[in-house]
């Protein structure tokens, strides 16, 4: 299970933070992220990051994200943090927590990830930035 926290309101040139823990499914969490959907459009892969050495491992970004966002986890690997700085009112989205065992290879190989790539998924949190 995927449990988010964090999210809200905030105006452009703000920042928030995003909080994921993965309760119960560490097999299926070396590879953990972030998606977001922004009414009427599809799903967008924001950031993830691989479970490697005392929980940190290679981390990956959207392009629309880049330099503005940082992803982060905690040494036991099982709760990821997502900073974001600089928002603007296009980030805001519903966002969601993803995990899955190999994603984090897929966006290595190809330099993208899909939905699809992401086999568990939280409930979302929204995240709102007024202009």
């Known amino acids: 299970k995927l449990v988010e926290s964090g999210g809200g309101s905030v105006e452009a040139g703000g920042s928030l933070s995003l909080t994921c823990e993965a309760r119960?499914?560490?097999?299926?969490?070396?590879?953990m992220g972030w998606f977001r959907q922004a009414p009427g459009k599809e799903r967008e892969a924001v950031a993830a990051?691989?479970?490697?050495?005392?929980?940190?491992?290679?981390?990956y970004y959207g392009d629309s994200v880049k330099g503005r966002f940082t992803i982060t986890r905690d040494s036991e690997g099982n709760v990821v943090n997502l900073q974001m700085f600089r928002l603007q009112p296009e980030d805001t989205a519903m966002y969601y927590c993803?995990?899955?065992?190999?994603?984090?290879?897929?966006?290595?190989?190809?330099?993208?990830?899909?939905?699809?790539?992401?086999?568990?998924w939280g409930q979302g949190t929204q995240v709102t930035v007024s202009s």
């Open positions: 993803v995990a899955d065992p190999t994603a984090c290879g897929v966006w290595y190989a190809q330099g993208f990830t899909l939905p699809a790539d992401f086999r568990h």
């Open positions: 119960g499914a560490e097999w299926a969490s070396s590879c």
């Open positions: 990051i691989y479970k490697g050495y005392q929980g940190v491992g290679e981390s």
